[in-house]
């Protein structure tokens, strides 16, 4: 007998409607079948078949028909479509539970059956001294320092007109606040040595903006530049007085970091000597204070004892800010006069041992300072001050203009040193 298998590759229903006998070919399943070729034409032919050979088996003897083995696979029943056909899986209506979550869900449940011992208690939180702590309340002296400092940063020869108007407009309350808006300038003018003449520029124009104040005491009426000569002469007599460094800082610090502090304390005291010498240069400080603080300087009044050499570098640094100014008034030449004297003694005085009482770099110094005014206070300079963008367009067609006539053209400068600003030699004359 022949056998033959035929596979339907084509998925057809899992249950049994069609059988030999019982329902027949039109028994109660039929209406199923016909809607079965609604939905899939391929399926309906292949069950049209399978009827036709139960139907031709049930007429003929077993024996005559030959042994058909078809295997019939799954297949599922159609669904018509429902309102979450087309939507994402999280937002489908009925969640469709997997294998895998099914295993995670029991293994959760297992775990949690599993008694863990009691959690360790924690260490208590250590706050370190620095720890970060939200800041209080600003004060309204606090908001104009921030004010003032920002405007402060920004300031160069360029803009300095525009940069006064705009602290000039900052209402002034009390004392407090004007002192921390001087402050503010005098630090800023001490740590910028090059910007010394535009910060003095700013305290000439602003000592009659703003309001003077009463005294505590009941003495005279504190004003802008009264508390400006004050933080100068302050600052002049702490460093003059304590220039060494005291001897538990020595035993903290080694040597390099001694000698960078002593270096920074130098270039402290000579920026405010030069600050100094431009306050003067703009008529708000007297030829004679600015007098007897050169003659406190080398100490002309004590001949016999030698001057720090950090006080000498001072000396020299503020005669070179305001010479030609002071030798053009009568009552600073007598004292211009004096100090050239005494320094020229210093420079050269002995020891006991026979070297000399200063080091090289100063003596050089001062010998700058005696032949800077032999040649009428005129010197050339390598670092030049600060200049705006017009100034410096100006010196460059000047040195092309050299460049084209053969002239040599060096980077120093000739100019006169101590002068007057233009603005005030125009305003007076002179």
């Known amino acids: 007998m022949i056998t033959s298998r035929r596979h339907i590759a084509t998925e057809v229903p899992s249950t049994n409607f ?14 199923q079948v016909e809607a079965l070729s609604q939905f899939s034409p391929n399926i309906y032919e292949q069950v049209m078949v399978r009827r036709q050979l139960l139907a031709y088996r049930s007429q003929v003897s077993k024996d005559d028909v030959p042994e058909y083995v078809v295997e019939v696979a799954p297949v599922p029943v159609p669904v018509p479509p429902s309102k979450d056909a087309g939507l994402p899986f999280r937002q489908q209506s009925e969640p469709i539970v997997t294998s895998k979550s ?22 208590p939180l250590v706050v370190s001294a620095n720890a970060w702590r939200p800041a209080a309340k600003k004060s309204p002296e606090d908001d104009l320092k921030r004010q003032v400092q920002g405007l402060l940063n920004k300031i160069c020869p360029e803009n300095v007109a525009s940069i006064i108007e705009k602290i000039a407009a900052i209402e002034v309350q009390d004392i407090k606040q004007l002192e921390a808006i001087i402050e503010l300038m005098f630090k800023k003018a001490i740590t910028e040595p090059h910007y010394c003449e ?17 005294s505590p005491d009941g003495g005279k009426p504190i004003t802008f530049k009264g508390l400006v000569l004050n933080i100068c002469q302050n600052e002049f007599e702490e460093l003059l007085a304590s220039n060494d460094i005291s001897a ?7 040597e390099e970091e001694l000698e960078y502090m002593r270096k920074k304390r130098k270039d402290r005291m000579r920026a405010n000597m030069k600050f100094i010498g431009h306050l003067f240069l703009r008529q708000l400080l007297s030829a004679k204070v600015i007098g007897s ?19 000498l570098e001072c000396a020299c640094e503020l005669l070179l800010a305001i010479g030609y100014t002071m030798e053009n008034m009568i009552a600073g030449q007598s004292a211009l006069t004096s100090v050239c004297g005494r320094l020229k003694e210093l420079m050269k005085r002995k020891l006991e ?12 110094m001062i010998q700058d300072v005696l032949d800077t005014r032999a040649a009428g206070w005129q010197k050339k300079v390598f670092k030049a001050a600060a200049k705006t963008k017009e100034e410096i367009r100006l010196d460059q067609e000047k040195e092309m203009s050299d460049k084209a006539k053969g002239k040599d053209v ?10 007057r600003p233009v603005y005030l030699s125009q305003a007076t004359g002179a």
């Open 18 to 31: 069609v059988q030999a006998g019982g329902n027949g070919i039109y028994g109660p399943m039929g209406d």
């Open 102 to 123: 099914s295993s995670s869900m029991m293994r959760r449940q297992m775990s949690a059956q599993v008694e863990r011992p009691p959690p360790k208690k924690a260490a």
């Open 198 to 214: 535009t910060y003095a520029d700013m305290v000439f124009s602003l000592k009659a903006v703003y309001p003077s104040f009463p």
């Open 248 to 254: 538990e800082q020595k035993a903290k610090l080694d």
């Open 293 to 311: 603080v050169i003659c406190e300087l080398v100490l002309c009044e004590q001949v016999d004892d030698l001057p720090e050499e950090h006080a």
């Open 353 to 364: 041992n026979g070297k000399g009482a200063y080091c090289k770099r100063v003596q050089f």
């Open 410 to 419: 060096t980077k120093a400068e000739c100019v006169v040193t101590g002068q």
